[in-house]
């Protein structure tokens, strides 16, 4: 059973599984992590192509290395930002502010019910402002060809209730503090995900992660980090 394995009496299959905390377990997603940005910054079509794509989209022509000889006239420097004109022109053709999402019940005793959560939907989409982060998203596909949003739920609770009961009972409602849906536009140079899944594809990869900036001190105050993994 153990015939692809070198295994001494003193080695089992737990010790070929990747850690989960500790040194080992920081070198290991530091090494992945390493390994993705090297892969991306090398693709053809990776971060140094977007990184001139999204220059030209700000109309800033002249910094980028072209291979034709560039004129140190400043009059020859002169352009219109076409790139950017077209961008902004073609996005409200694919996404209208106007969005309205429409709930289709599974049965006819709950039409009532999904208009209702239909127009709750619609008026937390519109409260939210959720329109700007998915043409954020939907100007970086059109730049440099793919855009990330990140959907998420988020839940906050008082450590001590905002109301006393009188019956004595628990109410989970008075320790809610947050309780809602959000989406929020990613940097795609902030993203970074498992090139070594099976289809590649995000269904068959085992990980993806998003790069952040973050105090030191707020690093010290995190329950999870471990000053030994330096």
Not at 105 to 120: M, Q, S
């Amino acid at each position: 059973m153990y015939n692809n394995f070198d295994l001494d009496d003193k080695t089992s299959l737990y010790d070929f599984r990747e850690p989960k905390t500790g040194v080992e377990c920081y070198k290991l997603w530091l090494d992945r992590i390493e390994k993705v940005i090297e892969w991306r910054d090398n693709h053809w079509n990776g971060s140094q192509e977007w990184e001139k794509w999204i220059r030209l989209f700000c109309n800033k022509h002249w910094e980028i290395n072209f291979d034709y000889v560039m004129s140190d006239r400043p009059r020859d420097k002169i352009t219109v930002n076409i790139a950017g004109a077209r961008i902004d022109m073609l996005i409200p053709f694919l996404a209208s502010r106007n969005i309205e999402f429409d709930a289709k019940p599974e049965r006819i005793e709950f039409e009532l019910a999904a208009k209702i959560r239909a127009e709750i939907l619609n008026q937390f989409w519109r409260r939210k402002d959720m329109f700007g982060q998915l043409r954020m998203c939907i100007q970086d596909g059109v730049v440099i060809g793919h855009g990330v949003i990140y959907v998420g739920h988020q839940l906050e609770l008082f450590d001590q209730p905002m109301s006393e009961s009188k019956d004595g009972l628990i109410n989970y409602k008075d320790y809610v503090k947050t309780n809602e849906s959000f989406i929020e536009r990613v940097d795609p140079r902030d993203f970074l995900f498992d090139i070594e899944a099976t289809n590649n594809d995000f269904k068959s990869g085992r990980w993806c992660a998003v790069l952040y900036d973050q105090n030191i001190s707020d690093v010290f105050a995190n329950k999870f980090y471990s000053r030994e993994a330096k």
